[in-house]
């Protein structure tokens, strides 16, 4: 098993910045890709970004040239810039195991004027 836990939400004003950490703990040896996923109220969930082990990542159109995912081992990090309202959801941390998958329990990021 693998757990998740996220870090690093808030209240921001548009145009600001927020970097999301999520550390992984358990059979992390088990890890494949790493990745962010968000859910607005009233939305499906939606990914954002992902990385695999060997560094490769991969972006939703809506973020892509904002957001920049990385990671280092069991650690995977979200740089969030130029924020906007739309980017308001609860962010959560997901992991690609050798058989299925981990989630973490969400983080909220609220972007206000």
């Known amino acids: 098993q693998v757990q998740l836990v996220e870090s690093g939400g808030g209240l921001v004003q548009p145009g600001e910045s927020l970097r999301l950490s999520c550390v992984a703990s358990?059979?992390?040896?088990?890890?494949?890709?790493m990745g962010w996923y968000r859910q607005a109220p009233g939305k499906e969930r939606e990914l954002v970004a992902t990385?695999?082990?060997?560094?490769s990542t991969k972006y939703a159109d809506s973020v892509q040239g904002r957001f920049t995912i990385s990671r280092d081992d069991a650690k995977v990090y979200l740089q969030m810039n130029s924020l906007k309202p739309e980017d308001t959801a609860v962010y959560y941390c997901?992991?690609?195991?050798?058989?299925?998958?981990?989630w973490g329990q969400g983080t909220q990021v609220t972007v206000s004027s």
């Open positions: 990385i695999t082990r060997r560094g």
């Open positions: 358990g059979s992390i040896f088990s890890i494949n890709a």
């Open positions: 997901n992991a690609e195991l050798l058989f299925g998958y981990s």
